[in-house]
């Protein structure tokens, strides 16, 4: 029987072969599992001059190619533009007036392929970068570096006469040129996942079932990261796992390389305690020599950003180093800077905009312009949160004969067509500009730019997990906001916003203000 993989499976049922047939004997009350015998690996090394099979994943080898097209144009167009906004660019070279022909090649040949010798150099290219994560982008701004500083060595070892003006716009435009590239097919990578599913990796996760689901829910959070489990290959048998509903096929008993074959897959995923098993794993490893077939390790350390996790080897055992939340220190300072110097210019400029939307608001609904409620904020401390007034003055009369239409779980009261909102109100919802007044709270100190989002004092006592949010200030937009605002779920909201009190940094607060903007203009789930 073959299933497939687009549908969702509703029990747990076995794809038979003739292969299968002859592994799986079935008794009254159970299964009994007789896996074939892999075949012989000892990890002895190969001729040097062997040739390893290709890999079975090959999305990236275009995207490659349009990357290193891309790269060498931005930087012949960073010479060009310098070349011809400062004169004297061909200053350093010998008769360059009288035959330019050397200048030319060093400008827009040899300048070039250096960048990209230098890229490559500091993997800026490799694919486990690609499409996700800031690592792409630091790996380009390092090779800036050595692009700079290697153009600074040759012209000081041949005394070569250079512009500095124009040598350090080509470098300077050609590095922005590259990060705006990246930037764009990024996107353009990320729209291919989603829309099409393509240019990603299909993943056989191998494991408990119970590992193996966490490890499902994780990876297909973000489409955009390219990560599609298409089958699950549990190492506890299948009685453990009878009766449940499970998103993709389960197997049991196969032979890992020859189950991914069969899939159409090209990575493996070893999910949690399946990772501990004393000489399995680096077995695993060997069999996969040759094959084409990533191997990759998931370890039960969910929510926990690629930052704060180090590999430290001891005696050949992988240790992972787990660092401490970053809730101090100097970033934590610059932050509440940053915070105070945005929300300060942010006020003066708005004004006019706070001036039209207060009168707006007056002409919709006789009342007070801005909506002022307690919330708890850092480290439990109560303030009141400034906003525009979006709903009638007798809003909170209402509210009691609306509670059994609340369509949300948690805390919070939502309705997508809440009666309480004029229409002002609502289009101050949908843009949300109800939510501009709160740069007097970060002005004040009682919030921040980027944070989990404050909630009411009235609604909760905040135990167990849900008060480690009360760690950082809260803030006018979040993880929460960028990643589905209103339509998530309570449970979702606040694991959004534990990962980012855990896992913030100023890299990442910059990166969830310009989603915030994508967000905002595409009104998703704001209501």
């Known amino acids: 029987m073959r299933e497939d993989m687009g549908e969702v499976t509703t029990s747990l049922q076995r794809p038979v072969t003739n292969t299968g047939r002859s592994q799986l004997v079935r008794h009254v009350d159970s299964f009994e599992i007789q896996p074939p015998t892999p075949p012989s690996h000892n990890g002895v090394p190969r001729s040097a001059w062997a040739r390893a099979r290709r890999r079975v994943s090959r999305w990236h080898r275009p995207y490659t190619a349009a990357l290193l097209l891309v790269d060498f144009l931005a930087v012949v167009l960073a010479d060009w ?17 009288a035959d330019p022909t050397w200048f030319y090649t ?22 486990r970068y690609m499409g996700l994560g800031p690592d792409e982008f630091k790996r380009v701004i390092r090779a800036g570096v050595a692009v700079a500083a290697t153009v600074s060595f040759i012209a000081f070892a041949t005394k070569t006469d250079l512009s500095r003006w124009s040598v350090g716009f080509a470098l300077l435009g050609a590095l922005l040129l590259i990060l705006l590239g990246r930037i764009l097919a990024r996107f353009t990578l990320h729209a291919v996942r989603r829309r099409v599913g393509q240019a990603g990796h299909r993943m056989v996760l191998v494991g408990t079932l119970p590992e193996c689901l966490e490890v499902y829910t994780a990876v297909t959070r973000n489409p955009s990261a390219g990560l599609v489990p298409v089958a ?28 991914v074959r069969e899939v159409g897959g090209d990575t493996i995923a070893v999910c949690g305690s399946a990772s501990a098993e004393p000489g399995e794993l680096r077995r695993l490893a060997w069999q996969l020599e040759g094959s084409g077939v990533d191997l990759v390790v998931a370890p039960q350390l969910t929510d926990i950003a690629g930052p704060r996790v180090h590999i430290r080897p001891i005696e050949g055992l992988p240790l992972l180093h787990v660092e401490e939340p970053t809730l101090s220190g100097p970033a934590l300072l610059v932050k509440n800077l940053m915070d105070r110097v945005a929300a300060g210019l942010g006020l003066f400029l708005l004004i006019p905009v706070f001036l039209a939307i207060g009168a707006a608001i007056r002409l919709s609904d006789p009342g007070p312009v801005f909506f002022r409620q307690p919330r708890v904020g850092h480290e439990g401390r109560t303030f009141r949160v400034w906003k525009f007034r979006t709903m009638y003055v007798d809003a909170e009369d209402r509210l009691a004969g609306l509670v059994d239409q609340n369509e949300t779980d948690g805390m919070l009261f939502k309705m997508k067509h809440d009666p309480r909102v004029f229409p002002v109100g609502r289009f101050l919802r949908a843009s949300s500009l109800d939510e501009l007044p709160q740069l007097i709270n970060v002005l004040w100190g009682e919030m921040s730019l980027v944070g989990p989002r404050p909630l009411p004092a009235d609604d909760g006592d905040f135990l167990g997990d849900v008060r480690r949010r009360l760690l950082v200030r809260p803030g006018m937009t979040g993880l929460w906001q960028v990643s589905g605002r209103s339509d998530l779920s309570w449970d979702e909201a606040v694991r959004l916003d534990l990962y980012y009190v855990d896992n913030w940094s100023l890299a990442y607060d910059l990166s969830i203000l310009w989603r915030t903007v994508g967000v905002v203009l595409a009104r998703k789930g704001a209501y």
């Open 81 to 97: 533009i310098a070349q011809e906004a400062f004169g004297q660019a061909r200053a350093g070279f010998y008769n360059a007036q």
């Open 232 to 259: 699950i290959h549990i190492t506890d048998g299948y009685a453990a796992a009878r009766g449940i509903q499970t998103p993709v096929p389960v197997y049991a008993g196969r032979d890992v390389l020859a189950l």
């Open 106 to 127: 060093v400008a827009f040949l040899l300048l070039p392929l250096g960048w990209l010798v230098i890229l490559w150099g500091n993997r800026a290219y490799d694919r």
